[in-house]
């Protein structure tokens, strides 16, 4: 699997509050072993593990073995995708919010 080939879609990956939350806390850490992100929620280290193979295969968690044990980093990068789609509607924020405040201004006078 390579970064600009992922077998799974972005999006469809952070889509679960589980690995929305595995995406935090590696992005607090620079690599954090499996037992220590188990650990972490109420669940199994297989479960676990299989939101972390999903992340994997959208290119956003990396790892490597140490010994006998697995090591997770992320690679923001393919966030990068999501934040240019949210970035394409803050045009649309951005203009209702000017239009609320004109219209507050409107009503106070």
């Known amino acids: 699997m390579s970064e600009n080939n992922p077998l799974r879609d972005v999006f469809d990956a952070i889509a679960d509050p589980t690995r929305r ?26 479960a676990v593990s299989k939101h972390l193979t999903i992340l994997k295969e959208a290119g956003l968690v990396l790892d490597r073995k140490v010994g006998r044990e697995t090591r997770f980093r992320l690679n923001a990068s393919p966030l ?23 219209l507050l201004e409107e009503e106070e006078e």
């Open 80 to 102: 990068r995708e999501i934040q240019d789609w949210a970035a394409f509607y803050s045009k649309f924020w951005s203009a209702n919010m000017l239009r609320l405040n004109q």
């Open 21 to 46: 939350r595995l995406i935090r806390l590696l992005a607090e850490k620079e690599e954090i072993p499996l037992h220590e992100l188990t650990a972490q929620f109420p669940m199994g280290r297989t």
